[in-house]
T-cell receptor, first 111, second 112 residues
Framework: DQQVKQNSPSLSVQEGRISILNCDYTNSMFDYFLWYKKYPAEGPTFLISISSIKDKNEDGRFTVFLNKSAKHLSLHIVPSQPGDSAVYFCAASGNTDKLIFGTGTRLQVFP | DSGVTQTPKHLITATGQRVTLRCSPRSGDLSVYWYQQSLDQGLQFLIQYYNGEERAKGNILERFSAQQFPDLHSELNLSSLELGDSALYFC???????????FGDGTRLSIL
C-alpha cells in the first residue's frame, strides 16, 4: 500500500518557467510533510517542509502548498533553473518520526 | 554537505556474508534513522534510534540489526546476505520530532 504517491515519474520545464511537482497521500494521520531533492550518487537533500497546521510555506524560489481536504501537496519552483534538474521526493510523517517517501519525480529544466 | 557521514561508500560482498555499515550523525542530533533504497523503489524506513535507544521499527528483516553508541554514531549490521539485499542504504539524523531529517550520501551494497 503506497501511502505517499507521486504519479508523475518525470517533468520537463523550460528555464525561467514554473515547475510544479505534485504528491498525494492517503493517511490522514500524517501531519508533517517534506520535499527532498536528490542528485545521482548523493543522498537526499532537504528542501522545504510544512506542518499540517499551515497550508503554505515559502523559502526563496521554493513554495510548498498543502491541501489537507484533498490530501495533496505540491512544490512550486519559480523560476526554474538548470541546476534544479534532479529527482524530487515528497515525504510524510505522522505520530512517529519515520518518513514515508513517494517514488520520486525526475525534473529536467532545459534552456 | 549535510553533516551526516556514512562509511563505506561502496561494499561488494558475497551471499551468506555479514557486513556493517556505519553512520555519524550531524553534531547535536540525537536521532538516527536507517533507510533502504532498492532498485526502482523509493526509500523504505528500516529503524530509528534516539540517544542510544531503539525508537521505531519499519519492515526491517530479522537478519538486520542496528545500534547507536554513546557517542551517537550508529551501525547497521546485515547478515546472511542475499542477492535481494543489494541496495543503497541511507542514514539520516535529526535534532527533534517534526524537524527535517538530513541524509548522508549512502552506502551502496552489492551482493554477488
Amino acid at each position: 500500500d503506497q501511502q505517499v504517491k507521486q504519479n508523475s515519474p518525470s517533468l520537463s520545464v523550460q528555464e525561467g518557467r514554473i515547475s510544479i511537482l505534485n504528491c498525494d497521500y492517503t493517511n490522514s494521520m500524517f501531519d508533517y510533510f517534506l520535499w527532498y531533492k536528490k542528485y545521482p550518487a548523493e543522498g537526499p537533500t532537504f528542501l522545504i517542509s510544512i506542518s499540517s497546521i499551515k497550508d503554505k510555506n515559502e523559502d526563496g524560489r521554493f513554495t510548498v502548498f498543502l491541501n489537507k481536504s484533498a490530501k495533496h501537496l505540491s512544490l512550486h519552483i519559480v523560476p526554474s533553473q538548470p541546476g534544479d534538474s534532479a529527482v524530487y521526493f515528497c515525504a510524510a510523517s505522522g505520530n512517529t518520526d519515520k518518513l514515508i517517501f513517494g517514488t520520486g519525480t525526475r525534473l529536467q529544466v532545459f534552456p | 554537505d549535510s553533516g551526516v557521514t556514512q562509511t563505506p561508500k561502496h561494499l561488494i560482498t558475497a551471499t551468506g556474508q555479514r557486513v556493517t555499515l556505519r553512520c555519524s550523525p550531524r553534531s547535536g542530533d540525537l536521532s538516527v534513522y536507517w533507510y533502504q533504497q532498492s532498485l526502482d523503489q523509493g526509500l523504505q524506513f528500516l529503524i530509528q534510534y534516539y540517544n542510544g535507544e531503539e525508537r521505531a521499527k519499519g519492515n526491517i528483516l530479522e537478519r538486520f540489526s542496528a545500534q547507536q553508541f554513546p557517542d551517537l554514531h550508529s551501525e547497521l549490521n546485515l547478515s546472511s546476505l542475499e542477492l535481494g539485499d543489494s541496495a543503497l542504504y541511507f542514514c539520516a539524523s535529526s535534532s527533534a520530532v517534526n524537524q527535517p531529517q538530513h541524509f548522508g550520501d549512502g552506502t551502496r551494497l552489492s551482493i554477488l
